[in-house]
């Protein structure tokens, strides 16, 4: 159901982006299920963004502290998502550098500890390869956490 005019649509984008923090990406596919024509989507999210309604670099922060805080996703998953959102690789880099490498570190021991616990009475090989598997789908990066993990498993 097209929405009839552009005050509305406007006005519909306007509560999407403050109901949490947006970026063009998302803008772009709610005006693609709201079936604006594709020729009025850069106009509108240009409007948007010139009235603080889209800001990029928040959403940046915010998802990157909000995935790695609540989510417990490495960089590389991060990176990953937010490639998908069409973001720049620079901006992202730039952001994942917000990340400390001290909480970076104890978020990989804390993710070994918590998944050894379901895996007792693994031989410590298996142990090794279902917990190199779940750090590596949590987005961490093998020269991240192989060290970390040999560690642990000593």
Not at 61 to 67: A, D, H, S, V
Request: with cysteine.
């Amino acid at each position: 159901m097209p929405l009839s005019n552009n005050t509305e649509i406007i006005s519909k984008l306007q509560r999407f982006c403050l109901y949490q923090t947006r970026c063009k990406e998302d803008v772009r596919q709610k005006l693609i299920s709201l079936n604006v024509k594709e020729h009025l989507h850069k106009n509108i999210i240009d409007d948007l963004e010139n009235d603080g309604f889209i800001d990029e670099s928040g959403f940046l922060t915010e998802f990157i502290t909000g995935k790695f805080r609540n989510k417990k996703w490495g960089k590389q998953k991060i990176k990953a998502h937010l490639i998908s959102k069409k973001i720049e690789p620079e901006k992202i880099d730039a952001c994942l550098s917000l990340i400390n490498d001290d909480e970076y570190i104890k978020t990989i021991f804390y993710l070994i500890d918590n998944k050894s616990k379901d895996l007792n009475g693994q031989t410590l090989i298996n142990k090794r390869i279902k917990l190199s598997r779940y750090l590596i789908q949590k987005g961490f990066a093998p020269n991240e956490f192989l060290s970390i993990l040999d560690s642990s498993l000593e």
